[in-house]
């Protein structure tokens, strides 16, 4: 029995904010100091696919490992190691309350992931990363665990990760506890109460971005006086109409709030000392291009939104994907240029929600 491989497999989907979460009040505990609002992707079109297993014939002098996308990982940071110890903690309970179950917390992980898109391309591949991961060691460890629950792990690993857990529409609620014990993902709504909600991802670029989302937070916090004004007067805002906007279905509200929120995140980042500067000229004219589909539209069909790097996020209702994918893919075909922008330059994902 003791040559027994136990295994669990599970996946979890990219989730892109539309009030997005910047900036920690405990870095240790990834304790944010806002609230955020994500949408999370289909799994057909962007998902991390993960196999924990566990065994007491692997050596204990391998230790826990990790493949990604077919190379060995380094999990000896600290926020993996946060990850395990909680989820290895609750096993553990689970063994000592039950002595006749095989003491899986003892043995070594070995931890198999794959992403189905660029794991570089700054689409918040750590967010899919860590919920997949917390979920499959917690099937594997049999945790009676809820997605909330889960969302408290996956957020040590990574704050978007804790979004990752649900599908649909999903807030992170900062919470007011020191030990984080309240700072979890809810669903705000199911995919399928807005079902026509699409994204286009534009890959700007697949290499990796100059300044990581903990040290832009942890400097934004320190130097941006405009950040204050974010925290407590713009998110909480944002939070409130985007709620409504999602429970009412309107567009152009959902819109609006997408893309003065990313705007006002990035507008924070612009503040720091020194700035940082997470779009460029390429992202810009994604910006000039939704704000002309929009005109030539008469009324708001595309919101953008733009994470820790370059690429956009567009979303958009199913019936105005010519207007809104056409034109995007005119220029994508080099059929068109819009500010400069050509097709060498992006990459078109189309994804459901
Ligand atoms: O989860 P992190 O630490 O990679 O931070 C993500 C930050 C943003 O993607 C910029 C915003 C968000 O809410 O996802």
């Known amino acids: 029995a003791s040559e027994k491989v136990y295994r669990a497999s599970t996946t979890a989907p990219v989730n892109i904010a539309v009030v997005k979460y910047w900036g920690k009040r405990d870095a240790k505990l990834n304790l944010p100091t806002n609230s955020s609002l994500s949408v999370t992707l289909s799994q057909d079109d962007l998902r991390t696919l993960t196999t924990a297993s566990t065994s007491a014939s692997y050596p204990a002098s391998e230790g826990d490992s990790l493949l990604l996308n077919g190379a060995p990982s380094d999990i000896s940071g600290a926020r993996t190691q946060a990850c395990l110890r909680e989820l290895r903690t609750r096993r553990a309970a689970l063994e000592a309350a039950d002595p006749s179950l095989p003491k899986l917390s003892t043995w070594p992980l070995r931890i198999v992931s794959e992403n189905n898109f ?75 109460h807005w079902p026509d909600m699409r994204a286009l991802v534009l890959v700007v670029s697949a290499a990796k971005k100059g300044v990581s989302s903990t040290s832009g937070m942890q400097q934004t916090v320190a130097t941006s006086g405009l950040f ?86 567009i979303y958009y209702l199913e019936k105005d994907t010519e207007a809104v994918v056409g034109t995007f893919y005119h220029v994508l075909q080099g059929n068109a240029e819009i500010g400069g922008w050509k097709k060498a330059e992006i990459q078109g994902l189309k994804a459901s929600i």
């Open 228 to 313: 204050k004004e974010r925290i407590t007067n713009v998110v909480p805002q944002n939070m409130a109409i985007m709620e409504k906007a999602i429970a009412e279905k309107d567009f152009e509200k959902f819109a609006e709030v997408t893309m003065r929120d990313s705007n006002s995140f990035h507008a924070t980042c612009a503040d720091t000392y020194p700035p940082i500067f997470y779009m460029n000229d390429i992202s810009r004219a994604a910006i000039r291009a939704v704000e002309t589909i929009n005109e030539k539209a008469g009324r708001t069909v595309a919101a953008y939104t733009f994470d820790a790097g370059p690429n956009a996020v």
């Open 118 to 192: 660029p794991t570089a391309a700054g689409l918040a591949s750590s967010a899919a990363g860590f919920a997949a991961l917390v979920r499959a060691i917690a099937n594997l460890y049999e945790l009676p665990a809820s997605p909330s629950e889960l969302s408290l792990i996956a957020r040590q690993g990574s704050g978007s990760a804790c979004r990752s857990l649900f599908g649909g529409y999903v807030a992170w609620r900062m919470g007011s506890e020191e030990d984080g014990s309240d700072s979890m993902a809810d669903q705000v709504a199911m995919a399928s």
